[in-house]
Every structure is written in C-alpha cells, then in structure tokens.
C-alpha cells in the first residue's frame, strides 16, 4: 500500500509496461550472435563468393526508419532506429549483433546469407525521391539479387528458406493503409509466407508494369527487412588545397568500433547547435580522430560527446584551430574526396594505384628522403630495456655466419692433401693433371645474403596511448632491440621511417643506412623520433623498395612495421588506400622483395590480411608484447 503512495514510482512502472519493448522486431538477448564472432569467416566467405578483396566488414550504426509505428511506439519511440546493413564500394556494414530469432544458429545464419547477398548485390544508389516508388525499386533489387544468390549457389537455398520463414513470422501485423499493406503483402510473398497481391503493385516491382505515378499523401516506407541490404555509392567530396595542421591532444582517446556516416565542410565553430565534428587526428577509417562533439572546446566530459555522436545519424567533419578537449577513435564512412590525377613536377615520384579506373597514377607522389636528425624527442632507454637488448644481442649472435672450410680452392692458407693426391694420380696417369691449380684449402665466412630494410610508420597516430603505453615509445624499444640483434647477427640491413601530408609531401628519414654501423648516433636517432603527420604506405614502400632493390645481396626483406590503416589527408584513405598499399607489395614482391607486416592494431585483422596476404603479416595486438615480439617475429621471416 505504502509502495502505491510513491506516485512517481508508480507512474514510471505503469509507463514502462505500456511503452517499453516496443520495438518492431523482437529481440532474444540469450540466442544473440556478435558481429565480432564471425566478421573473419564472413570476410572468406565474402571473397570465395566473388566480393572484391579490398571492402571491408564493420558495425552499421542505428539509422532512422521511416516506416510506420503503432501507437505505443509513437509515445515510447517518436523515431525507431535500427541497424540496417548495407554497403558501398569501401564497406559493408551489418548489425552489431543479431537478435532477431530464438536460435542463435539462424541469427548467425543471417550474417553469412548477408555476406552472400552483398557478394552479388549491385552497388548503386536507389536516388528515386518518392517513397512508394522507392520501396518498390527497392525490392526489385532485394528480389532479383536474391534470385542470383540462391541459383548460383544452391547450398544456401535450405539455409534462406528457414531465414525467410522466421523472418515472415517475426514482421510485426499491425494495421496499414491500404497502399501500405499491398507493399507490406508484397514483402511476405517475397518472404514465401502469401500470395502476390492481386494490385497493380506487384508487377510494377516486378518489372513488368510501371511504377505508380506518386505514393499517397501519408505514405510510409515499409520496415525494413533484415534478409536484404541497402547499397549506395557516395559521391565525391571536393579536394581542398588548404594544409591540416594536427593539433594535439589532451587526454589519451576514448574508441568506438562502429561505423558512422559522415561529410566533410571547411569550417571553426565550437558554438554550432547543429550535429557537427572538427577532425584533428588521423584521417578517417584510421587511429584516433579529435572531435569536437556540439560542445566547447573546454568541455571535457568525454562520455557527453559520445552520448551526442551516439544520438546523430550524419555526423560532418571540418578542420579547426583550437585544440579539442578529447580525442576519439570515430570509424567513419566519408565519401571520397575527388581526385587530382595531375602529374608532379618534382625530383623523386613514385605512381599510385587507382583501384577505381584499374590504373596507376604516373608521377602521383612527391618523396622527400633525407637523413634523421638525433635532436628531438629525449628518450632513452632504462635499465629494464637495456638488459633485453642485451638478451636479444645473445639470442642472434647464434645466427652468425660461421667459417667454413672451403676445399679444393685456387689459393689458401694450406695444402689440401686429398685434392694434391688426386692431381698427382691424375697427373700420372696422363689426364694432364688438370686439378693442380686447385689444391689449396681456405676458411671462408658464410654470409647469410641477405639485405633487409625496416619501414618505420611515425605518423601522428604513433602519438596515441593504448592500454597505458605510448605507442611510438614502444615502436622505439622494439626498433632498438631488432637493430641491435640484426648487428649482432652481421645482416645487411636499413632503418628508414616514414610520414606524409599529401601527395605532394611524403618524407622518408634514414635512420640507419645500408653499410653504416650499429652505434651511438643511430640509438640518438631512434630516441629523437617523434611523432609525424599521416600514413602514405604505398608511397613509402615503393621508395623502400627500390631502395632495397638495389643492394647486391641476393636474398631481400621489406618489414614493414606500423600501427593503423594507411591514410592521408588528401583522397587517400578507405578502400583507395587499401588498394593501393596492397599494390604497391604486390610490386616489391614481383622485383623478389619478401615484404612482410607487423601492426599494433589490435583491430588490424578486418584489412591487414588485404595488405600483406597470407602469411605475409603479424599482429600484436598487446603492445607492450612488441619489444619481444619484433625479433622474434624476424628470425622466422629472415631466417
């Protein structure tokens, strides 16, 4: 009795009976299947079934439908959002998780028939504005993508009848107006779960009649259905000349790991009351982007700024000035900007690869190569970092080349008496004697023949923290560690790192040089590295490569260690940029450079594979493991 007098409390459980749970889909929290589960096998499957080898899988973010709620959802909801997948050119994007059935094998059978259904989908933009015709337009394509997948390959026709049917079941039945149920009858009979209707509807979704003039005042587009995906191709964004200077941050950066939708515009205005976000960091689908989240620029409740990006559906990026009061790892789907395909005129140019005309850009990036400079960042290593130096100096000098005894030579430090006693048989015997200039034994080194140059990303990114470390300290202790046990074990080898800032600025500093020894002046250089810009691997690698190419050895290694995606501030970046890196190893490899990747990004799994190939790659994905992994990881690449 006393618990109905609290009438705030009655209130608020009495409204939560009548609106909560209204979603239009049920949901089966115990039978859930996470995206994160299975995003590896959907990535094979994806590409066994013909998907192009550079697009990605990742977390749709919830998008508002437009389709019609009951009356309950109108109080409770206003808006229902949901995660719908789709696709363009770069990514495909399906649910976080799925939820739908009360059969946590069917929820993971619906990823892989969306991986089928992506695979054979056309990418491309539905741009009808009306409604009805829309819906229609859209269902033709669900129908007749479908259609392909189960006759192409009919192991998944079980799979898709099950799927069809729950989903029928699951479709909420609510009352529709009369326009609005013939579309919702004709997503049943899609589904297998009725007949066509018998309205003029059907064959306009068919193809076979045309489509209805306008949708009637009113109209809501259907609710979507899980079993079909959406595709799209965004147009590009103007390219801007203007340099992004990179502001640093002042808090290590909070990560979330879905994607968001995004456009770009040029502006500096923390005030805006429109949904807006200022990137400073590392360019989009890389590490860390500074945001500044419809608050000002002091503010510093890191969980506000990620309720506010949670809370938008289009998210736009500008450049600014002031220094943000947080850094974010934002995954965002931003449309390409246009590309200047326009020729440098400068004194070293490496092309670039155009996934899109399937050609390279001929003179597309200007290399600036110089030396590193041993004044910068004060880092040295401690005592801790020392004794492994020493521990990996040990475990490499076993791999040094041992004296071997060379028999039979033309000049040596001794006789080589069985090769004497065979001349002088041969001699005797009136051969001529021919091996008498050969009778000399000499100890000779064995030489590994192998030449190996270090790729060193020192981008902005390198500046972040993950899991307490910095990441570009650990990249030093590691590189100190490798170099010293590559000296001990007397490989030819280069330390060359790298960072960009468009196409027209893509610096490479010598660390260490083909030929010059381990030493004080080059562990000064590795401590004064500090952070650069942005991540231009294919530029970097094209310029490694030659490098390497030209050394006499006959054995070659390209490492290349970084610790994100490749990206610049310029069009390269997504799916371009993936292409591109995966070229440019594609032609280190053909001039027989073994090139080989080691990343820190413990999500590098979704495109590194892309990049590398198979066994071509490592990913440590606890940084502080690096320092020991790094060696370890070159004895089974090198030797």
């Not at 083909?514 to 562990?523: A, Q, R």
């Amino acid at each position: 009795m006393l618990d109905f007098l609290e009438l705030e409390e009655t209130v608020g459980r009495a409204w939560h009976r009548m609106v909560g749970g209204t979603a239009s889909y049920p949901v089966h929290d115990d039978h859930a299947v996470a995206l994160t589960e299975v995003r590896g096998r959907l990535a094979v499957m994806f590409r066994a079934l013909g998907g192009e080898t550079g697009v990605q899988i990742a977390s749709a973010g919830a998008r508002k439908s437009g389709h019609r709620l009951g009356w309950r959802q109108r109080i409770g909801l206003g808006d229902e959002r949901l995660e719908q997948p789709g696709r363009d050119a770069a990514t495909i994007f399906l649910p976080d998780r799925i939820s739908i059935f009360p059969d946590r094998a069917l929820n993971a059978a619906l990823y892989r028939w969306l991986a089928a259904w992506f695979a054979a989908a056309p990418i491309e933009t539905i741009t009808e504005a009306d409604p009805l015709r829309r819906d229609l337009l859209v269902l033709r394509r669900a129908s007749e993508t479908a259609v392909w997948v189960l006759t192409q390959f009919p192991g998944l026709v079980a799979d898709y009848a099950q799927l069809a049917a729950a989903t029928a079941e699951a479709r909420p039945r609510r009352p529709l107006p009369r326009i609005e149920q013939e579309v919702e009858q004709i997503v049943l009979a899609l589904l297998g779960a009725g007949k066509a209707p018998a309205g003029r509807l059907w064959p306009a979704m068919m193809g076979t009649g045309p489509l209805p003039d306008k949708a009637p005042p009113g109209y809501h587009s259907i609710l979507p259905c899980p079993l079909w995906g959406d595709c799209w191709t965004r147009e590009l964004s103007p390219a801007h000349a203007g340099e992004d200077e990179c502001a640093p941050g002042a808090e290590p950066e909070a990560q979330d790991n879905r994607k968001r939708f995004a456009v770009r515009e040029r502006e500096d205005n923390a005030s805006r009351r429109d949904p807006f976000v200022l990137n400073r960091f590392e360019k989009i689908l890389a590490m860390a982007e500074m945001v500044n989240v419809d608050r000002p620029a002091d503010d510093s409740e890191d969980e506000d700024a990620q309720k506010a990006a949670d809370d938008l559906e289009e998210i736009t990026l500008s450049r600014r000035t002031g220094k943000p009061a947080s850094r974010f790892k934002f995954d965002l789907d931003l449309p390409p900007e246009a590309l200047d395909a326009s020729r440098l005129n400068a004194g070293l140019t490496y092309p670039e690869w155009d996934y899109r005309s399937g050609s390279y850009l001929p003179d597309h990036c200007r290399v600036l190569a110089g030396a590193a400079s041993e004044h910068g960042e004060s880092w040295t290593p401690d005592d801790a970092m020392r004794r492994h130096i020493r521990q990996v100096r040990r475990r490499f000098e076993v791999l040094r080349p041992r004296h071997e005894l060379m028999r039979a030579q033309a000049d040596g430090h001794d006789l080589d008496l069985d090769a004497l006693v065979r001349a002088r048989c041969d001699l005797r015997a009136g051969s001529g004697g021919s091996g008498l200039d050969r009778i000399h034994v000499a100890m000779r080194p064995q030489g590994h023949d192998l030449a190996v140059t270090l790729l060193v990303d020192v981008s902005l990114s390198t500046d972040a923290w993950v899991d307490g470390y910095r990441v570009l300290d650990v990249e030093k202790e590691a590189l100190l560690a490798l170099t010293h046990g590559i000296s001990a074990c007397g490989d030819h080898h280069s330390i060359l790192t790298f960072t960009s800032r468009r196409r027209s600025w893509v610096r490479l500093e010598t660390v260490k040089a083909f030929g010059e020894p381990m030493s004080g002046t080059v562990e000064r250089r590795i401590g004064a590295l500090k952070p650069g810009y942005y991540t231009r691997i294919g530029a970097a690698v094209r310029h490694a490569a030659a490098e390497l190419a030209r050394q006499p050895q006959r054995k070659k290694l390209l490492l290349v260690l970084t610790d994100g995606k490749p990206n610049d501030v310029d069009h390269y970046e997504g799916r371009f940029a993936l292409e591109d890196t995966r070229k440019s190893v594609q032609e280190a490899r053909r001039l027989g450079i073994a090139a080989f990747g080691v990343t820190v990004d413990a999500t590098a799994q979704s495109y590194f594979p892309t990049l590398f190939g198979r066994g071509g790659y490592a990913i440590v994905g606890n940084i502080k493991r690096l320092p020991a992994a790094l060696p370890a990881i070159y004895r089974q690449v090198a030797h």
